[in-house]
């Protein structure tokens, strides 16, 4: 896939600048569409073609013209350009995922193998990675609890529902808000919510922390702040306490994950059964286990064992993966997670371990 243009081609080029204008328009609004979904993706390194990525992340370079069909924005397979975002897709029944980019024209019946491009030497070759654009809203399970900057005590209009460009009031809490809560400073507005629904969750798993949304304080009073409601992810009401908005990246590098983890799922984030793909999750497991944000797992069930001629003797049979999940932020003993797959319903207390190649 020569991508080298010439001195007619240029000129061509810019003859057809209004056009090409024109058409472009489009594609650049699918892109800036894709960039804001949640999925994995790659960003095209200088050599790249969508016969090798699909050869690397899907074990077959035959299935480029799946990887090309998944994103839009790619109007000629020929053209791709270093810096592009691309969205990858999952193999069926495995950790790995598909790259869709660079691809043979589908005219092409048998594209002629191309030698794969290594990096630069010393060039650190670019990886896959997972993007979330609600990581804002992503919370967590921490012992002991944070210690809340404040709280909202009133709205503007005394309504009953906070909503996003409200105005709230904001009684300063704990010896750090006086420099926490200074104007033109964000906070998070979250509760406190216990993990289950057992009599001691807090104690022997922490406090969950339920984010609601994003203000930033907007005037400073002696005995007050003034804050403006910035995002609203859920319900704000008053008495939902602050404390320091701590930006983090919806561009998740994927990393290896840690040999020979077992451990539990706790609960949905909303406390709903886990239906499935992109559901929010908590686990048992944190940075005390070397647990860290871009890893992957597998969900497992143990299958019921079996009688063999009617014997009291019995076999368990091999456990079974049946979903997977990345880590998106972690603690001392929890992390949270977001389900990538599942072929059935996600109960709270199902297993999960390291990927089996």
Do not use: C
Not at 36 to 41: D, I, L, R, V
Not at 246 to 270: M, V
Request: no cysteine.
């Amino acid at each position: 896939m020569n991508r080298r243009i010439n001195s007619t081609a240029l000129i061509s080029v810019f003859l057809l600048l209004p056009l090409l204008l024109s058409a472009t328009g489009t594609a650049a609004d699918k892109i800036d569409v894709v960039e804001s979904e949640t999925g994995f993706y790659y960003t095209i390194q200088k050599g790249d073609t969508l016969w090798d990525l699909s050869n690397h992340f899907n074990d077959s370079p035959w299935l480029w013209p799946e990887l090309w069909e998944g994103n839009d924005q790619i109007t000629n397979p020929h053209w791709i350009f270093p810096g592009e975002r691309i969205r990858l897709y999952r193999k069926s029944g495995s950790q790995a995922v598909v790259k869709s980019e660079d691809i043979q024209p589908v005219a092409v019946i048998q594209p002629a193998p191309v030698t794969p491009v290594k990096p630069a030497e010393g060039k650190k070759a670019s990886a896959p990675f997972f993007v979330y654009p609600s990581i804002d809203r992503v919370g967590f399970i921490r012992k002991p609890p944070v210690t809340p900057s404040g709280s909202i005590f009133e709205v503007e209009g005394r309504k009953v529902l906070i909503s996003e460009g409200d105005r709230v009031y904001v009684r300063p809490q704990g010896d750090a808000a006086q420099n926490e809560l200074i104007p033109g400073s964000r906070h998070t507005v979250f509760r406190y919510m216990k993990p289950t629904d057992e009599r001691d969750s807090t104690e022997t798993i922490g406090t969950q922390h339920y984010i609601l949304g994003i203000v930033e304080v907007t005037k400073k009073e002696p005995d007050m702040v003034i804050a403006k409601v910035l995002k609203s992810f859920r319900t704000i009401r008053v008495d939902d306490l602050l404390m320091p908005y701590n930006q983090r990246s919806s561009d998740i590098e994927l990393k290896p994950s840690i040999p020979g983890i077992d451990g539990q799922i706790i609960i949905s984030e909303d406390h709903l059964k886990l239906t499935g793909d992109y559901t929010l999750a908590f686990i048992d497991k944190g940075r005390a286990d070397n647990i860290q944000v871009g890893q992957q797992y597998s969900i497992y069930s143990k299958q019921k064992t079996v009688m063999e001629n009617n014997e009291i003797s019995s076999k368990s049979l091999p456990p079974v993966d049946f979903g997977a999940f990345l880590v998106l932020h972690t603690e001392q003993t929890t992390s949270t997670v977001i389900i990538t797959s599942a072929s059935k319903v996600i109960s709270p207390g199902e297993r999960f371990r390291t990927p089996i190649n």
